[in-house]
């Protein structure tokens, strides 16, 4: 069974464009959440989605956006590139959005701002 | 404000044990994850703590105390492929689904 996949694996980008990342979950994950590390550091959260709403959302501005699609796949957007977006996003699918909830992680996307 | 402390780095011997500790202050508790991260890898699932006491997993045990907003990581008989960072994250804060997470405890294993 494949595990959470991510692509693309590395992004170079330059300051002041936008990207996508994507995400596609566990066959039969619901939710999907995603995440900012910068080296170093914990994971930051972003966003979670679960049936395709929102369900709760980080620190983050909203030059951040995301949304999911029907087959439970994700997109991760950012808008207006800044250096400090430098960062591996992650994605992390569960099979609900419930309180015991273990993630598994996909090997994310490396994104780098120029 | 969300705080989850963990120590930087730590250094152990091949075949020793280890407790990584985990404090925490955190608007909400839902739970307490342990991952492990090898560089340049995404995280892996450990453990999970939701009730005080200890959790047994093979070679890695977590316990937690909610009342001190505390945790540890026990790795017995270390290998080299132990050489991690381990993370602690607690499901909590504004949103009952956010996970909050510390910065991460490099292990390095020396034979």
């Known amino acids: 069974d494949a595990g959470v996949t991510q692509s693309p694996t590395h992004l170079i980008k330059t300051r002041g464009q936008q990207v996508t990342l994507r995400c596609s979950p566990i066959?039969?994950?619901?939710?999907v959440s995603w995440y900012q590390q910068v080296l170093g550091q914990g994971p930051q959260f972003i966003f979670q989605y679960y049936e395709k709403e929102e369900r709760g959302r980080g620190n983050f501005p909203d030059r951040f956006s995301a949304r999911q699609f029907p087959n439970y796949s994700s997109e991760l957007n950012v808008n207006a590139l800044l250096l400090g977006d430098s960062a591996l996003y992650l994605c992390a699918s569960s099979w609900t959005g419930g309180e015991y909830n273990e993630q598994f992680f996909g090997p994310g996307t490396r994104l780098t701002v120029l | 404000g969300q705080n989850i402390d963990q120590p930087t780095e730590m250094t152990a011997t091949e075949g020793a044990i280890v407790q990584i500790n985990c404090t925490y202050q955190t608007s909400g508790f839902n739970g307490l994850f342990w991952y492990q991260q090898h560089a340049g890898e995404a995280p892996t699932f450990l453990s999970y703590n939701v009730l005080d006491g200890l959790e047994e997993k093979g070679r890695f045990s977590s316990f937690l105390s909610r009342s001190k907003g505390y945790s540890y990581l026990l790795l017995k008989e270390l290998q080299m492929k132990d050489s991690a960072s381990y993370l602690c994250?607690?499901?909590?804060?504004?949103?009952?689904?956010?996970?909050?997470w510390g910065a991460g405890t490099k292990l390095i294993i020396k034979p």
């Open positions: 066959s039969g994950h619901k939710s």
């Open positions: 994250a607690v499901r909590g804060g504004d949103s009952n689904y956010q996970l909050i």
